[in-house]
């Protein structure tokens, strides 16, 4: 009669075939709160966080600058229309002499009137402003309700700045970097 046992596999060692169970070490995975920072209240190194699969990424702050070329952008894709006023109320006080694009009332009356002595066309002109930067509220407003008259006046400089035909070049995204041991030892 043929003799069947159980064999530990890789050994020697046999168990008669009625056994019905047998003592293991058995590795179980168990989910734990792994922390990533110590009872002191100080962050684990770069290396002890890669030890438990995790790493500091840094997203640098973006320049001023960046943040405002995106947001015109924006603004100015959405809706094409507003460059076209916006290029209007540039060119009026252009014809003024006035370069501040955010010009008081005071400085935009006085400008009219050295450049305009006939009260007629004093007024053309006046209506002509407040006609265009109606318009600019107008079609900011069909992208962003919240837009009021302060708003348009206070962001002039800048939507003239962003002018699609005129802006300056995309500043440089600065690109987010993975903390290294070396920089943390430095800092």
Do not use: C
């Amino acid at each position: 009669m043929s003799d069947i046992v159980f064999r530990k596999i890789g050994t020697e060692e046999t168990l008669p075939y009625s056994t019905l169970r047998v003592k293991r070490t058995k590795t179980v995975e168990v989910e734990v709160n792994e922390p990533l920072w110590d009872a002191t209240g100080k962050r684990l190194s770069v290396d002890q966080l890669a030890a438990i699969g995790y790493e500091v990424l840094v997203t640098p702050e973006q320049s001023a600058e960046y943040i405002e070329w995106h947001y015109y952008d924006a603004i100015y894709t959405a809706n094409e229309m507003l460059a076209t006023r916006v290029i209007e109320y540039k060119n009026l006080l252009d014809s003024l002499g006035i370069t501040d694009y955010n010009a008081t009332t005071e400085t935009v009356e006085a400008a009219i009137k050295t450049a305009y002595t006939d009260p007629t066309e004093q007024l053309t002109i006046v209506e002509q402003l407040q006609a265009t930067l109606l318009n600019i509220k107008v079609n900011y407003q069909a992208i962003d309700g919240t837009v009021n008259d302060f708003m348009v006046w206070s962001q002039m400089s800048l939507l003239v700045k962003y002018l699609p035909a005129i802006r300056p070049g995309e500043p440089a995204y600065i690109e987010p970097y993975v903390m290294t041991s070396a920089m943390e030892s430095s800092s």
